[in-house]
């Protein structure tokens, strides 16, 4: 039976499959401050190469840090899912309040593909992330590395910027924003939607812990 704390949004009316994940999506502020670190790495990195050809930068609407990758899913499966993803979230009174720290990239400095702001170590996020993971590696053929390391992709290179690890160097050394405390209230599944520009990212369900009054 579905609690009240689950939310289903429009479903895909494709028949073939669709690739989806898990993810935390930020609030209007949190975005706000994505954006803003955003906007001064791009001064940062912008100097001296053709942006347009060397990064595709994440619009701040399709920010979001993923919990857990599922990779192509015939759309029959998807309630399925959802009641899956339902009886995870019971097993948590509590969503974490996370920290966004450091900026860095996927898979080094020397050759980026993308280029994120972190959250720093967390043990509730390890729990959820982890507690998906452990559930639908039953039921979907996953492995350990689809727990995506906690982080907001901002940038996608298509090839490597001019002078990157120096200029990397300046980004990661310097205090460049202040903390930002982001408290998460749900986990969405998402769909991802290939496109010339990059994926496109829409929400087919939300989904939240029992919370009583108090918080606890």
């Not at 990064?55 to 840090?65: D, G, Y």
Request: hydrophobic share 40%.
């Amino acid at each position: 039976m579905e609690s009240d704390t689950f939310e289903r949004l429009d479903p895909p009316t494709d028949t073939g499959p669709v690739r989806l994940f898990f993810s935390i999506n930020p609030p209007p502020d949190v975005i706000h401050h994505l954006s803003a670190i955003q906007s001064e790495v791009r001064k940062v990195l912008e100097t001296g190469f053709d942006p347009q050809r060397a990064v595709r930068w994440t619009r701040p609407t399709q920010f979001h840090l993923t919990i857990l990758f599922l990779g192509s899913v015939p759309p029959a499966e998807i309630a399925n899912l959802e009641v899956t993803a339902n009886e995870v979230m019971a097993s948590f009174k509590e969503l974490p309040v996370l920290t966004l720290s450091g900026i860095g990239s996927f898979p080094a400095f020397h050759r980026p593909r993308v280029l994120w702001v972190g959250c720093r170590s967390n043990g509730l996020l390890q729990q959820l992330q982890s507690g998906f993971l452990a559930t639908f590696s039953k039921i979907i053929p996953l492995k350990e590395n689809e727990r995506s390391y906690p982080h907001i992709t901002i940038a996608r290179f298509r090839h490597l910027p001019r002078r990157f690890a120096e200029r990397m160097r300046i980004l990661s050394e310097k205090d460049w924003f202040r903390e930002c405390f982001w408290r998460v209230n749900s986990v969405s599944l998402m769909r991802s939607v290939p496109g010339p520009e990059g994926a496109e990212y829409t929400c087919l369900s939300n989904f939240s812990p029992e919370i009583s009054q108090n918080g606890s």
